[in-house]
Structure formats: C-alpha cells, structure tokens
C-alpha cells in the first residue's frame, strides 16, 4: 500500500491516489485517535532506532521482527490448487 499512503513523523496519513484516500476513508485512518497513536508510535521508534542501549535495540528488534513461527508462505498451496501456475509477473 507504499504506493498509495504514507505516514510523516507526526503520524499523519496522506493519500496519493484514489485507492489511498479510499482506503483512508473506509478504514477512518485519519481519526484523531490513530494520528495520535501513529505519532507516539514513530517517536518511540525514532529513540529507540538512535539508541545505543542493547536493551534498547533488543526491544526495537523484537517487535519489529517477524514472528519466529510465522507460516512460510511460500511453501504454502491455496486450497483446490494454485490457478495461476505460470506465476504473475
């Protein structure tokens, strides 16, 4: 979704097509509430990114990791069999 809204440093949401300013619409991302846990969210990202703490870093690493039991997905068949076997460019 990169190429349709991104967030700045201060948690708000901008569009830059139609689907994005759906999106928006649809899902309220711009609601006062959202903006402002976006924007506490980044701040806290911010610190702990130019932190040399290792608590820190392990925190930050932590969370913005996957998750160690994640399903391969590309191991993974959908049910009844792929229908695009030539894959899609």
Same mark, same amino acid.
């Given at each position: 979704? $990169?190429? *349709?809204? !991104? ?6 949401? *901008?569009?830059?097509?139609?689907? $994005?300013? !759906?999106? #928006?619409s649809?899902?309220? +991302?711009?609601s ?9 969210? =980044?701040?806290?990202?911010? &610190? ?8 820190? =870093?392990?925190? +930050? ?5 996957? %998750?160690? /039991? &994640? %399903? ?5 068949? %959908?049910?009844? $069999? /792929?229908?695009?076997?030539? $894959? #899609? !460019?």
């Amino acid at each position: 979704m $990169g190429e *349709h809204v !991104e967030v700045d440093n201060k948690g708000r949401i *901008h569009s830059f097509s139609d689907m $994005g300013k !759906e999106l #928006i619409s649809v899902c309220q +991302l711009d609601s006062p509430v959202l903006t402002e846990s976006r924007e506490r969210l =980044v701040g806290l990202i911010d &610190r702990l990114s130019d932190s040399e703490d290792e608590k820190a =870093v392990s925190l +930050l690493d932590y969370y913005l990791s996957p %998750p160690s /039991n &994640r %399903p391969r997905l590309s191991k993974l068949r %959908p049910p009844g $069999g /792929n229908l695009r076997p030539e $894959g #899609i !460019e």
